[in-house]
């Protein structure tokens, strides 16, 4: 993809793209192996929920989530240990948001990251409560976060921060809306608000948590809000690009399912070239609203030309 500003690019060299590829492996094997301790195998009263929460939990996911967390609180010169289980908790908020999302009643979707859904394996009854023990242990893990250098207060913020990025005034408002709006015709702007709420304010949320369980100065705060929002906006679009021209056997899942469904997306709105731009636009504000941060702002703006070009 092409630069959007003067000056400004936001293509990564291959070598460049290849160091941020290895970092993000690094730190999602990190992610995996907390996660694998978090929700073990043999830890639950009820075999069968246990069982589907670590179907959809380790299914090859991006791990995106964890990852702003820990990059939020780099920004803020907390190690990444720290904050291993608020990364992880984000991430049983994820996946929580994708079993509900795969049910008969919402989008019905019978594979995911190329293997069935949770709901298709394990009965829609087993997949709601999948879902719903994810949901609550994430903030039980958030809650006891228990890094000795980070305060309860800092903690009670960061519950805070995940309860409205999820809740009503985000992602479960913004899907909502979504659900019925799909087959409507849609203003521009109605297009951006349940996109800003659906994925961008959980998104938004994740570098947050980190920014503030790393006790981020109120500047860089604010700065990593507005990375945040930009660069969810960013990956919305790119999702949607990507349903309409991405490659099945790299995404898991088929592609044109937001066609079929009648879903309201960039590219049915904007088309694929005016939604190209936007997510580059979006992009480069992202990248603009690092500048306070200086070269701490570095690995999330190439995290997000990275997120940019991804193909998956
Ligand atoms: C059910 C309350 C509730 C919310 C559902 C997550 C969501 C909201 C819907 C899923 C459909 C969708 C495409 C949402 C946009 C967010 C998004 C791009 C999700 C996929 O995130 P990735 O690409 O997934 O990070 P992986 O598979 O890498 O974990």
New binding site residues.
């Given amino acids: 993809m092409s630069d959007t500003q003067p000056g400004r690019s936001l293509t990564l060299s291959r070598e460049a793209l290849d160091a941020v590829g290895t970092r993000l492996e690094e730190h999602r094997r990190a992610i995996e192996r907390a996660l694998d301790r978090f929700v073990a195998a043999d830890d639950e009263p009820s075999r069968q929920v246990l069982e589907a929460m670590r179907h959809s939990l380790f299914?090859?996911?991006?791990?995106?989530?964890p990852i702003l967390v820990l990059a939020g609180a780099e920004v803020a010169g907390m190690a990444a240990e720290a904050v291993l289980s608020a990364a992880c908790a984000v991430e049983l908020i994820?996946?929580?948001?994708?079993i509900?999302?795969d049910l008969p009643s919402?989008?019905n979707s019978p594979t995911?990251?190329g293997r069935p859904t949770c709901h298709v394996l394990y009965g829609e009854a087993i997949a709601l409560l999948a879902?719903d023990a994810l949901h609550a242990y994430a903030f039980e893990l958030l809650a006891r976060n228990a890094a000795p250098e980070v305060p309860a207060d800092r903690v009670v913020r960061a519950i805070a921060e995940l309860a409205r990025g999820?809740g009503p005034h985000g992602?479960?408002g913004?899907?909502a809306l979504?659900l019925f709006a799909s087959g409507e015709p849609l203003a521009a702007a109605d297009v951006h608000e349940i996109?800003r709420l659906?994925?961008g304010s959980?998104i938004q949320a994740c570098v947050r948590i980190g920014g503030l369980l790393g006790g981020a100065a109120a500047g860089d705060l604010d700065a990593l809000s507005r990375y945040g929002k930009h660069v969810g906006l960013a990956?919305?679009i790119v999702?949607d690009i990507l349903d309409v021209v991405g490659e099945e056997t790299k995404l898991?899942k088929g592609t044109g399912s937001d066609a079929a469904q009648a879903k309201i997306t960039f590219p049915s709105v904007f088309g694929l070239a005016p939604s190209r731009r936007l997510a580059q636009e979006a992009t480069a504000q992202a990248i603009l609203a690092l500048e306070p941060l200086g070269d701490r702002g570095r690995w999330l703006r190439d995290l997000s030309m990275y997120l940019l070009s991804r193909d998956?």
């Fill in positions: 299914a090859g996911g991006k791990r995106l989530r994820h996946t929580y948001s994708l509900h999302d919402m989008d995911r990251r879902g999820i992602m479960v913004g899907q979504d996109h659906k994925t959980f990956f919305q999702d898991g998956r």
